[in-house]
Nanobody, 124 residues
Framework: VQLQASGGGLVQAGGSLKLSCTAS????????MGWFRQAPGKEREFVAA???????YYTDSVKGRFTVSRDNAKNTVYLQMNNLKPEDTAIYYC???????????????????WGPGTQVTVSS
């Protein structure tokens, strides 16, 4: 499976963006999917994940602001980001792995398929 994230851009603080992650090569309906981000000079960190049964998980800093969802018919996962803050500025990546287990969804080393990322910049 190959992943392609899109939808990033420049937005003012308090604004919204919706990222998409479209898969090709295989249907993703049976995959757990994750979103990660990496800010300049920082490690890649977990943002959100959605299981194949649509259970969602979020890092504390985005709870109540971000929503992850999936449309298996479109082979796409989404990340709706509201009330964006300057500290949300980063490159956002979607990822998956055939062997993911739910207890490992926040661990970037457990993912072996990554898209190229999309830049999100939030100005103050």
């Amino acid at each position: 499976v190959q992943l392609q994230a899109s939808g990033g851009g420049l937005v003012q603080a308090g604004g919204s963006l919706k990222l998409s992650c479209t898969a090709s090569g295989r249907t993703i309906g049976s995959y757990h999917m994750g979103w990660f981000r990496q800010a300049p000079g920082k490690e890649r960190e977990f943002v959100a994940a959605i299981t194949r049964s649509r259970t969602t998980y979020y890092t504390d800093s985005v709870k109540g602001r971000f929503t992850v969802s999936r449309d298996n018919a479109k082979n796409t996962v989404y990340l709706q980001m509201n009330n964006l803050k300057p500290e949300d500025t980063a490159i956002y990546y979607c990822a998956t792995s055939a062997g993911l287990i739910i207890s490992s969804l926040s661990l970037k080393d457990q993912y072996n398929v990554w898209g190229p990322g999309t830049q999100v910049t939030v100005s103050s």
